[in-house]
Structures are given as C-alpha cells and as structure tokens.
C-alpha cells in the first residue's frame, strides 16, 4: 500500500528547534524528500535523503530516517517566523516501471514571535 | 535560469466545460509530472511523462489526459469538469530524483 503520515499542525517559538515527524509504507522507497508550501504558492524542495542514509544535514535543516520503524523526521535548528508554512513529507513510490510520488497531508508549522 | 512555469496562473470554467492546463519544464528536464491539490490536502499524482510516453497514471478518471511535446512541455486536459475539480494544478519537472515544482494553476469550477 501506499501511505504516508505527519502529524497536521506544530507551533514554536521563534530560535527554537522544530522537529517534523513523517511515516511511510512502502519500504522499497529509494528517496524521501521533505517540500515547503508557504501560502498560495508553489512546492519549494527542501531537502531528501536517500534511502541507505539515516542522516543528513543541510544548514540549519537536518533529517533522520529511521527505516527499521519507517519513519523521518526534519529538524529546524533557530526557527524563524520565515519558517511559517506547510511542510510536506513525499516517499517515491515504485510500480513496475511507474514512479511517483506519495504525499502526506503536510504539517502547518506556525512561529510565534 | 528559468524555473518551471505553468499557464494560466488562475482559470474560472463551468461545469461540462473542459480546460487545457500547460507547462514547460526547465531547460535540459525530459520527464513531466502533474499532481492535483485540493486545499487542505497534499498533492495527489495524476501522470508522469518521460521522452513524450506516460510513464505513470494516478488514480483519476479518463475525463483527465495528458501529453508531453518534442520540447518536452507538456498539457494536462480534464473534460466534463465537476465542481470537485478545483484544485491548484502543479506540474513538476525532473532530471533525476528531484522533482522541481511550478506554481501552479488554480482551477476555480463553478
């Protein structure tokens, strides 16, 4: 099956850490990527670590993926109120020769000052 | 470096009418992907082509169709539109595992 689950809403304060959780299904899945939507505007990549990692770091962003338990999480060191948005958790999907994408329902992180 | 760029940007239509929704990758990406998000939701995978042929089908109805052209653009077409299609459209173009987002197209169905 294909499913992927993040909790819907995290608020912080501003300079803390925020930490987004994600969990997947499929366990064939090669890459999992992490996407920012701020609102009425497109998907930003962010980041996506590669399924024989279980650590990467980029800047103030860091993911761990646990894929014993199926699960990621993105790590947001010094959270600022530009951190405001939706974050997506999305896990290639493989049928055959069909690749896609499989989204989970985004986490509304909001930043309060 | 241009992005990924969809057209239009926003597009009002009536039930039973049909819509054209397009994109252009950025330069140098040979593989197109269209996702549907109702608000609220995430992106929902409707097709993927790669060199012109359809590589993946999502679960949507045949009234949704695409193609992609020699240039690797690419439009999405739904007939018969319902009110349950308005949605942001959002093409993704990719040259390996990242996929690169659009704007997107918002569909308003009356």
């Known amino acids: 099956g294909e499913d992927v689950e993040q909790s819907l809403f995290l608020s912080v304060r501003e300079g803390d850490s925020s930490v987004i959780n994600c969990t997947y299904t499929?366990?064939?899945?090669?890459?999992l990527y992490w996407y920012k939507q701020e609102p009425g505007a497109g998907l930003q990549l962010l980041t996506y670590i590669f399924s024989n990692m279980d650590m990467k770091q980029d800047q103030r962003l860091t993911v761990l993926l646990n894929k014993k338990d199926k699960h990621l999480s993105l790590r947001i060191a010094d959270t600022q109120t530009g951190d405001s948005a939706i974050y997506f958790c999305?896990?290639?999907?493989?049928?055959?020769?069909?690749?896609?994408?499989?989204w989970g329902l985004g986490t509304s992180l909001a930043v309060n000052p | 470096d241009a992005g990924v760029t969809q057209s239009p940007t926003h597009l009002i239509k009536t039930r039973g009418q049909h819509v054209t929704l397009r994109c252009s990758p950025i330069s140098g990406h040979k593989s197109v992907s269209w996702y549907q998000q109702v608000l609220g939701q995430g992106p929902q995978f409707i097709f993927q082509?790669?060199?012109?042929?359809?590589?993946g089908r999502g679960n949507f109805p045949d009234r949704f169709s695409a193609r992609q052209f020699p240039n690797y653009s690419s439009e999405l077409n739904v007939n018969a539109l319902l009110l349950g299609d308005s949605a942001l459209y959002l093409c993704a173009s990719s040259l390996g595992n990242e996929q690169f987002f659009g704007p997107g197209t918002r569909l308003t169905v009356l």
């Open positions: 999305a896990e290639i999907y493989h049928a055959g020769n069909n690749r896609k994408l499989i």
């Open positions: 499929d366990s064939s899945s090669t890459y």
């Open positions: 082509y790669y060199e012109k042929e359809e590589r």
